[in-house]
């Protein structure tokens, strides 16, 4: 790497790690913890890089971002935060930030970004309108610090204000409806309404036009799409085919799988096609496990700012309740860490009366898919099978072979990972290749290598 990167943080930690890594790749580094001292560097022509935090003592960092494209267009700036929640990432790129990265960060990870911004000539940004009150989405549950919610984050920044239908998966009580609100509430259509459909209101003749009618060029939310009955996604096919130029945003939530109901003949292929321009997949709780703790302390906030009482978790309840299963996901842990706030007779919430709340309920298991004693070639062969079905009589994209061997090797060094504790000897032993190779596989796959829990 060669180039000048300027890097504002008010860790100090953060500053010489950052600045000795980027110094030994080869660049010059200038380091503070002043917004003001940044932007003086940038107004001065210094820097061809900016990293920088966003709650600065002196001002916030991704307020700057329209400050540094008027006085530096084409200055790329990569935002790092300890704030990882969907709004951190939304604000990122309406700022028009050359990348965003949740605190903590992979060192490595961060390097190969920085490479490549110095090696991009960035366009200068427009002006964007502000972002709405942080009173419309601070509540949201919708935060952790996990790949999955961070990949989530980004794909619901870039999707926000395209015109592209979304197509929001996932488990009951996931946050489907909260992912789709919060595209709404941060894109370009804040300001027009936000209509859920349900079956009830596509009934009647005049029921798509009235929906249409209450949208005004807003956002329009199928929920649960697949429970629809025939006729109704028969009136949103012909709905979608009616509208004209000021047509709302289209999207859709489904708990199942609307593949596997196009096999069985219960949803309609055309739908399927009109809705699922994008799919944002939500994850669940158990495939975020360390976003749970992180969860239950925004929900305890949450109680003490509605009158409830300040609690806090002991260690040994914070422990089992990561280790607890959640078939409901985050609205069931939502309701649980209430019930706790109110149950629990003292300010620290003890493994008793997590105990209490939870009953007898199983410990999280790993995450396996498919049917019990499914093989597992049996399974690859089936959700191969789906993705050549979802592309209607149509040959998927060229490349297919080594796409389908990326995406399952990532998760099997991921979990293998995980099985050994992040010890990458164990875990080049373990898949039986050299040790060197691991650490190719883990750089060329961008694979994020963290402090990891032994699975049990």
């Known amino acids: 790497m060669d180039g000048t990167i300027l890097v504002a943080d008010d860790d100090r930690t953060i500053r010489?790690?950052?600045?000795?890594?980027?110094?030994?790749?080869?660049?010059?580094?200038?380091?503070?913890?002043?917004?003001?001292?940044?932007?003086?560097w940038v107004e001065e022509g210094k820097g061809d890089l900016v990293i920088s935090d966003v709650v600065m003592p002196?001002?916030?960092?991704?307020e700057q971002l329209p400050k540094i494209a008027e006085a530096r267009p084409g200055l790329p700036v990569i935002v790092i935060s300890a704030q990882n929640t969907i709004m951190t990432a939304i604000q990122a790129a309406e700022a028009e930030a050359y990348d965003y990265l949740p605190k903590p960060f992979d060192l490595p990870d961060l390097m190969k970004r920085a490479g490549r911004a110095l090696e991009t000539k960035r366009r200068a940004p427009a002006p964007r309108e502000t972002t709405p009150d942080s009173a419309a989405g601070g509540d949201l549950p919708l935060v952790g610090r996990t790949q999955a919610m961070q990949a989530l984050y980004r794909l619901v920044a870039r999707v926000m204000n395209t015109a592209l239908p979304v197509l929001i998966t996932g488990e009951s009580g996931t946050g489907k409806s909260l992912i789709a609100r919060a595209i709404h509430d941060f894109s370009d259509r804040r300001s027009l309404p936000f209509v859920t459909v349900s079956a009830s209101d596509l009934t009647g003749m005049d029921g798509p036009g009235a929906v249409l009618s209450r949208a005004r060029g807003g956002s329009i939310l199928f929920d649960e799409v697949g429970d629809l009955?025939?006729?109704?996604?028969?009136?949103?096919?012909?709905?979608?085919?009616?509208?004209?130029?000021?047509?709302?945003?289209?999207?859709?939530?489904?708990?199942?799988?609307?593949a596997q109901r196009i096999e069985a003949g219960d949803f309609r292929e055309d739908l399927y096609y009109r809705l699922a321009g994008v799919t944002i997949e939500v994850p669940s709780l158990r495939e975020r496990v360390d976003d749970i703790p992180l969860l239950a302390e925004h929900f305890l906030v949450r109680a003490e700012r509605d009158g409830l009482g300040p609690r806090r978790l002991s260690s040994q309840a914070t422990e089992m309740i990561r280790a607890y299963s959640w078939p409901g996901n985050v609205r069931q842990l939502e309701n649980a860490m209430r019930?706790?706030?109110?149950?629990?007779?003292?300010?620290?919430?003890?493994?008793?009366?997590?105990?209490?709340?939870?009953?007898?309920?199983?410990?999280?298991?790993?995450?396996?898919?498919?049917?019990?004693?499914?093989?597992?070639?049996?399974?690859?062969?089936?959700?191969?099978?789906r993705y050549f079905d979802l592309h209607g009589g149509q040959l998927p994209p060229v490349g297919l072979y080594q796409r389908i061997l990326k995406e399952i090797e990532t998760?099997?060094?991921?979990?293998?990972?995980?099985?050994?504790?992040?010890?990458?000897?164990?875990?080049?032993?373990?898949?039986?290749?050299?040790?060197?190779?691991?650490?190719?596989?883990?750089?060329?796959?961008?694979?994020?290598?963290?402090?990891?829990?032994?699975l049990m």
């Not at 980027?22 to 660049?27: D, F, K, P, Q, V």
């Not at 200038?30 to 003086?40: D, G, N, Q």
């Not at 996604?233 to 289209?250: C, E, H, K, N, Y």
């Open 16 to 40: 010489t790690v950052l600045t000795q890594a980027l110094t030994r790749a080869g660049c010059k580094v200038h380091a503070t913890s002043s917004l003001v001292t940044l932007m003086r």
């Open 339 to 385: 019930r706790l706030v109110v149950t629990s007779s003292e300010e620290e919430i003890t493994r008793t009366d997590v105990e209490s709340v939870l009953g007898g309920q199983p410990a999280a298991e790993p995450l396996r898919g498919g049917g019990e004693g499914e093989k597992l070639s049996a399974s690859v062969e089936r959700h191969l099978r």
């Open 58 to 62: 002196d001002g916030n960092g991704i």
């Open 229 to 258: 009955n025939g006729e109704a996604q028969a009136r949103i096919v012909r709905m979608l085919d009616a509208m004209g130029d000021s047509a709302p945003r289209i999207m859709a939530s489904s708990q199942g799988d609307l």
């Open 411 to 454: 998760p099997l060094i991921e979990i293998a990972l995980d099985a050994t504790g992040g010890n990458q000897a164990k875990c080049a032993d373990l898949l039986g290749i050299n040790r060197n190779t691991l650490r190719k596989k883990i750089t060329d796959l961008d694979i994020r290598v963290t402090r990891r829990r032994k």
